[in-house]
Nanobody, 124 residues
Framework: QVQLVESGGGLVQAGGSLRLSCAASGRTFSIYAMGWFRQAPGKERNLVAAVTRSGGSTYYVNSVKGRFTISRDNAKNTVYLQMNSLKPEDTAVYYC?????????????????WGQGTQVTVSS
């Protein structure tokens, strides 16, 4: 079992930055591939970024490439999502997720554990 708790969401103006954190507890964090997803009202939950369990490889959806950075600190059992140049269309609830995997995982249904989500609102 892994418990995930997100933090760092909030209200920010367009062009601003936020850093989301996802703290994990339970089983050894370093054996899990991690992902950040987001879900806007009335829309599906979609992958934003993912990272391998070592942190050596990452994946980004096209709409956030060059603006968002996913990273992890296995010593602190935490994965981060640095979000820069935020746009109103980035507004959503952001979730972190974990899967027991060596590789990057891009499909939501393949993740085993989810956090409760943190709201990110970007005003224009």
């Amino acid at each position: 079992q892994v418990q995930l708790v997100e933090s760092g969401g909030g209200l920010v103006q367009a062009g601003g930055s936020l850093r989301l954190s996802c703290a994990a507890s339970g089983r050894t964090f370093s054996i899990y591939a991690m992902g950040w997803f987001r879900q806007a009202p009335g829309k599906e939950r979609n992958l934003v970024a993912a990272v391998t369990r070592s942190g050596g490889s990452t994946y980004y959806v096209n709409s956030v490439k060059g603006r968002f950075t996913i990273s992890r600190d296995n010593a602190k059992n935490t994965v981060y999502l640095q979000m820069n140049s935020l746009k109103p269309e980035d507004t959503a609830v952001y979730y972190c997720a974990a899967r027991l995997s060596f590789n990057v995982v891009t499909t939501a249904s393949m993740y085993d554990y989810w956090g409760q989500g943190t709201q990110v609102t970007v005003s224009s």
